[in-house]
């Protein structure tokens, strides 16, 4: 199924397929109601590359899993991995796979955390970024988590 959607999202969105088309390849490759194929292509209609960036974004995590258990070998711990991955929220794949290459040479994790935030390290947990210059927003990051200043 996934290899249907991101066929039907390039071919509608860069190689000028019709709806049409969609629908009878759809038809033809994929189980399921008609509903289903008018929900998916319509999706691909208005937000192009949807699928093509859900694709990139898994390479990307398999990419940093394997580039972690190579490093660590034996080590490598996928609980820890998913924990070092989801802490640092939403930022952008370059930097988590930066992060996971710097980060497997350090082990054990425990004993050096590093937070990711906007491409930048935090190594100093008292350290105060400047994250809004117009509004003087700070984040101060102690020891026991994040929390929002105003100057």
Do not use: C
Request: aromatic share 14%; glycine share 4%; net charge positive.
């Amino acid at each position: 199924m996934a290899a249907l959607r991101s066929f039907l999202d390039v071919n509608i969105n860069y190689y000028n397929m019709s709806r049409m088309e969609a629908e009878l390849i759809y038809n033809k490759y994929a189980w399921g109601s008609s509903t289903v194929a008018f929900k998916d292509i319509t999706r691909f209609q208005s937000s192009p590359g949807v699928v093509t960036s859900y694709m990139i974004g898994q390479m990307t995590f398999v990419k940093a899993r394997r580039l972690m258990e190579e490093t660590l070998g034996p080590k490598f711990s996928l609980p820890e991995f998913h924990y070092q991955v989801l802490r640092q929220g939403e930022i952008p794949l370059e930097y988590l796979l930066k992060y996971i290459r710097d980060l497997s040479h350090r082990w054990p994790y425990h004993q050096k955390r590093t937070y990711l935030w906007r491409g930048m390290y935090l190594r100093d947990m008292q350290e105060l970024l400047r994250v809004d210059p117009v509004m003087n927003i700070f984040i101060k990051i102690p020891k026991s988590g994040i929390t929002r200043i105003t100057d």
